[in-house]
């Protein structure tokens, strides 16, 4: 058996910027092999890890190459797992089911290119239920940040009609047959095993992940004295308009330099 975040391939891919080194990456997860793409900047330095988690399900939001070279841009060595059953990868997405290892175990994976310990997580959409579990299962990240960021699995099968087909065939059923199994992939209910700072970015029109997840996690996170900064911003949707997602990008990326 091989051990979880062993790396079991590595080959390098196209990079669209000159800087920045984009590498595909097979590691092990619970005995399955999962990919995942891995940015670093060229020039030598001693830079932090970021774990990139991503939205969607199976195709839909896939891991993109100029996302993640935008974030190791900011002097982060960045790792972002696809997860399980994702182009190419073993087994099937699960929706922050048993998949929410192959994001634990993407730290173990990061820890080895980078030279300090220091590892924040980031995770968008679907990511922020990645990022949470992943913060909950570990106790060696320094912050947390959840951007559009789902917290409450069953709210999304209610609001996402797109990805009902999906949802139900990956987790067995609706909210109202499976309660159970909608539950146990929703993080709130564990939040206060959480030790490291959260930071939650959240537009309040957001169509696609309501605005209610961010309030949600943010009344939890308070209810049990953790560290949690908000930045709520009216008018903005799920993706933020061009020039303020790269600002927005550019000051999460120093809020998590300064918790370490």
Known sequence: MKDNGEIFSMRNYPSPNPAIRLDEITYWSQGLRVKGLLARPKQQGDYEGLLYLRGGLQSIGMVRPARIAQFAAQGFV????????????????EFAGEDRFDA???VDVLKQFIKKDNVHLYGFSRGGLMVL????????IQSVVTWAGVSDAGATYWERVDMRRGL????????????????SRTPLYAIEQVQAPVLII?????AHVDIEHAYQLERYLKAEEKPVETWYTTGYKHYYPP????ETVQKLCE???SHH
């Not at 960045?78 to 997405?93: L, Q, S, W």
């Not at 020039?243 to 790269?246: A, S, W």
Request: net charge positive; hydrophobic share 25%; aromatic share 14%.
């Open 243 to 246: 020039k303020y997602n790269r």
């Open 104 to 106: 634990v175990y993407g």
């Open 133 to 140: 579990w992943t913060a909950i299962i570990r106790n060696d």
């Open 255 to 257: 809020w998590m330099k």
């Open 168 to 183: 139900k065939r990956i987790i067995g059923g609706t909210p109202n047959k499976v309660p159970e199994l909608y539950e």
């Open 202 to 206: 959240h537009g309040t029109e957001d």
């Open 78 to 93: 960045v790792f972002a797992p696809y997860y399980r059953g994702n182009r190419g990868g073993e087994g099937k997405d």
